[in-house]
């Protein structure tokens, strides 16, 4: 089921099924903003992640000597959600723990993801809570696909990223399986923040930076105008295209989690970024988006 938000300046879309923002349409132009989940390229358009953000070694985790199978960015954006509330610049999205949960992921959880416009923001939250009696242990994180170029005209490689830094990134990037190689490579940024948008960027899969280097990225227009502009808190992001493709977006994505490294031994209670709360407990963190 498609939710529509809207205001003077944008008008947005989820779908109920993952609580997935589908649409971000500005409203004076009729520009298109979000992928719009052609499986040509890809057949998302902002999944979200949870309970897993990423690959896991063996794409299996372990609780108290426990192998569970589980595939990438666990299960949560292939599940339909339930509608608790909607107005018209505001919903807000619901997932509870079940049986079938709990066979593949064995704790009790209640996820909410709340969209709010104001003006031209999109405020996306993200809710988790904790009902039953042990911890529970898991990641989340966002994986929206922004339209790159944003007309027509020009392609990707004529356009900027902006980050609120001033010196080049680190960034990490995936081995054949998904899971963390080196982490060691260095992305050009200038004085200024920005980073053009090289066609082989994206060659090697997702690019992850890590340690709060930046909470703030823009994509930018050939000219250096930023047009949408993602802020968060995370401990990391994520950068991603097709690798190969071509394909007309990039996706910004807010994490807090990430895959294995290559080498993970542990369980899952040892995972790198991983968010524990403890009976009754809550986490709620946010990110938005701004169409500039």
């Given at each position: ?113 709340g969209y709010r416009l104001d003006g031209k923001d ?171």
């Amino acid at each position: 089921m498609d939710i529509k938000l809207e205001n003077d300046l944008l008008e947005v879309t989820i779908n109920s099924f993952g609580a997935e923002l589908s649409s971000i349409t500005g409203k004076e132009t009729g520009t298109q903003y979000l992928w719009d989940a052609d499986e040509k390229f890809w057949k998302r358009s902002a999944p979200v992640l949870f309970p897993f953000v990423g690959s896991l070694k063996d794409k299996k985790y372990t609780v108290d000597g426990k192998d569970y199978p589980m595939g990438q960015h666990g299960f949560a954006r292939d599940m339909e959600f339930s509608v608790v509330s909607e107005t018209k610049d505001e919903a807000w999205f619901e997932l509870r723990s079940n049986d079938d949960t709990l066979a593949k992921f064995p704790f009790e959880f209640v996820l909410k993801i709340g969209y709010r416009l104001d003006g031209k923001d999109i405020n996306v939250t993200w809710h988790v809570e904790n009902p039953g009696d042990k911890e529970l242990l898991f990641s989340i994180g966002g994986h929206p696909a922004f339209m790159c170029p944003v007309t027509e005209e020009g392609k990707q490689s004529d356009y900027y990223l902006k980050f609120d830094a001033d010196k080049a990134l680190t960034y990490g990037l995936l081995s054949s399986d998904g899971l963390l190689d080196r982490d060691d490579y260095l992305l050009g940024v200038d004085i200024n923040g920005y980073c053009p948008i090289d066609e082989h960027m994206f060659d090697k899969d997702a690019l992850i930076i890590e340690h709060f280097q930046a909470s703030k990225v823009s994509l930018c227009t050939p000219d250096k105008k930023p047009y949408l502009t993602v802020k968060f808190d995370a401990p990391l992001f994520g950068l991603w295209s097709p690798a190969g493709k071509g394909a007309p977006f990039v996706c910004i994505e807010p994490w807090y989690g990430r895959c294995d490294r290559a080498d993970f031994s542990g369980e899952l209670k040892d995972r790198e970024y991983g968010n524990v709360l403890a009976a009754g407990e809550i986490f709620e963190k946010s990110y938005d988006i701004t169409i500039e």
